[in-house]
């Protein structure tokens, strides 16, 4: 599967950006799909992950109540609305897929796309 992430942006601190991940492959619902986030220097952290029906999610308590996944499998994409929005939020995002059973860490998923940049200014 193919991973095409977009939505990135700049945006002023307690604004609001969605991101878009669109995949390609016919099975691409039965994938796990997870948001995880790099800032400079660094490592990629875990943002959330949302289970192939959409019925399961989990968050970082550092995005709790601020971010939001879903997914639309007729469409093969994955979005994650991000509401107030911190500068400690800046970095690039990253979606990935998984054919298992998904998790926290980026070792967990299979198939990566390339990032989208997200600033937030304070």
């Known amino acids: 599967v193919q991973l095409q992430a977009s939505g990135g942006g700049l945006v002023q601190s307690g604004g609001s950006l969605r991101l878009s991940c669109a995949a390609s492959?016919?099975?691409?619902?039965?994938?796990?799909m997870g948001w995880f986030r790099q800032a400079p220097g660094k490592e990629r952290e875990f943002v959330t992950y949302?289970?192939?029906?959409?019925?399961?999610?989990s968050y970082a308590d550092s995005v709790t109540g601020r971010f939001t996944i879903s997914r639309d499998n007729a469409k093969n994409t994955v979005y994650l609305q991000m509401n107030s929005l911190k500068p400690e939020d800046t970095a690039v995002y990253y979606c990935?897929?998984?054919?298992?059973?998904?998790?926290?860490?980026?070792?967990?998923?299979?198939?990566w796309g390339q990032g989208t940049q997200v600033t937030v200014s304070s």
């Open positions: 492959g016919s099975t691409w619902s039965s994938y796990v």
């Open positions: 990935a897929a998984d054919k298992e059973f998904g998790g926290v860490r980026p070792s967990e998923y299979d198939y």
């Open positions: 949302i289970s192939r029906s959409g019925g399961t999610t």
